[in-house]
């Protein structure tokens, strides 16, 4: 276990021994059928002083200690707040699972008792038999292109892994005939879903974006400029702010992956640097279009390129001017729950990973659908 997974081990611990203290006394005087709190407060001297300890006559504030802690209670808050949010996000999972399981349901009867088929019948004619199967043709396409990507020479050879290829790619096909299938029968069947997935609100001012303020859709990303997938994003989130125009506003928030992507760090500095002189998507199409192109003497090579001050420039990537704001993008991602690039936020909902467009572009319809409805 490296020195990151032993603190990270042990703030767990510690959150979970707190919680576990809570729950036990909570417990304890649910038992004593709710004895008096305020009483058992009472009952304690009130501490008049600010003293910690006294050393030889000298005394040790708690203001003292609690300064001398900061670092270690502001990490301790961290994880209590992403412990949080991973909680409300993975109980909303949960509901929303359940909640589409039982509107499947009663879509099937509905559909069933209108058409006289077995729910049977209606999900292998709408399901199993427009979804196909899935060939060798599909499967060498799928192969080639893993090969194409960045790490695709530790791909294995094609026969090892041609039949998860398959049986991926079946899944796929299956899911996305299902989906067409019931989302039919939600227009058909005029169904208004009230519950929703928890949304999160992120900070957008002052960060790198593109798209009128009062747009009805913000996207909001976290992303690492030597990620390989935060790359295969770009296009589609080009695509999106093409095609939606004026309804969407992208926004940009740092997050390297210092400890895989030793170039990152610096990377996100130069966009920021860029960005003091109104270039930072020109900045980011440079570096996400060459990522070969991310040690130090080449940013400044880059954005020279671009026609930015390049004493200037140099002079903020030298510095670190924008380290610490980088740091405070970081911490921002990580309570929101983000650990890993590109991270997307769609009006405040979660999307991890490079999401094909049909994905992004389904949900900001919801999204404009739900403005023109008046809901926030």
């Known amino acids: ?201 992120i900070a957008t001012e002052g960060h790198p974006a593109k798209g009128p303020a009062d747009a009805p859709v913000t996207i909001v990303e976290f992303s690492d400029f030597q990620c390989p997938f935060c790359k295969q994003v770009v296009p589609t989130l080009a695509q999106i702010t093409q095609k939606y125009g004026d309804q969407v506003r992208l926004v940009f928030r740092q997050f390297p992956l210092s400890s895989i992507h030793p170039f990152a760090e610096k990377a996100a500095e130069a966009a920021l640097c860029a960005n003091e002189q109104g270039k930072f998507w020109e900045m980011h199409d440079a570096m996400f279009g060459d990522q070969s192109k991310l040690e130090v003497s080449a940013l400044k090579v880059t954005a020279g390129n671009l026609g930015v001050d390049k004493a200037k420039f140099d002079e903020c990537l030298d510095s670190g001017r924008f380290a610490q704001r980088i740091k405070d993008d970081e911490t921002a991602g990580s309570l929101v729950g983000v650990s890993g690039t590109p991270a997307i936020f769609i009006n405040g909902r979660s999307f991890s990973g490079a999401q094909p467009y049909d994905a992004l572009a389904s949900a900001i319809d919801e999204e404009i659908a739900r403005a023109k409805n008046g809901k926030s």
Not at 47 to 52: G, K, L, P, V
Not at 82 to 89: A, D, N, Y
Not at 102 to 129: H, I, M, N, Q, Y
Not at 152 to 165: F, H, N, T, W, Y
Request: glycine content about 6%; proline content about 3%.
């Open 1 to 201: 276990m490296n020195p990151a997974q032993s603190s990270a081990t042990s703030g767990r611990r510690t959150l979970l021994l707190l919680a576990s203290g809570v729950l036990l006394f909570t417990f304890g005087w649910i038992l004593a059928g709710g004895a008096s709190l305020e009483a058992k407060t009472e009952a304690k001297p009130a501490t008049t002083d600010n003293r910690a300890a006294v050393v030889n006559g000298t005394v040790i504030t708690v203001d003292e200690v609690t300064a001398k802690a900061k670092d270690r209670l502001d990490e301790l808050d961290a994880q209590h707040q992403q412990m949080e949010f991973k909680f409300q996000q993975e109980r909303s999972n949960r509901m929303l699972t359940a909640l589409g399981e039982l509107l499947e349901d009663r879509l099937l009867e509905l559909e069933a008792k209108a058409t006289g088929k077995t729910k049977e019948a209606l999900l292998d004619e709408g399901v199993k038999a427009k979804a196909g199967t899935v060939g060798d043709a599909d499967v060498d396409a799928y192969y080639n292109q893993l090969k194409a990507s960045p790490q695709g020479g530790s791909l294995p050879p094609k026969e090892q892994v041609a039949d998860r290829i398959k049986q991926y790619l079946q899944q796929q096909k299956e899911q996305g005939a299902r989906n067409a299938f019931f989302n039919d029968l939600k227009t058909k069947y005029k169904v208004e879903t009230i519950l929703s997935e928890p949304r999160v609100e």
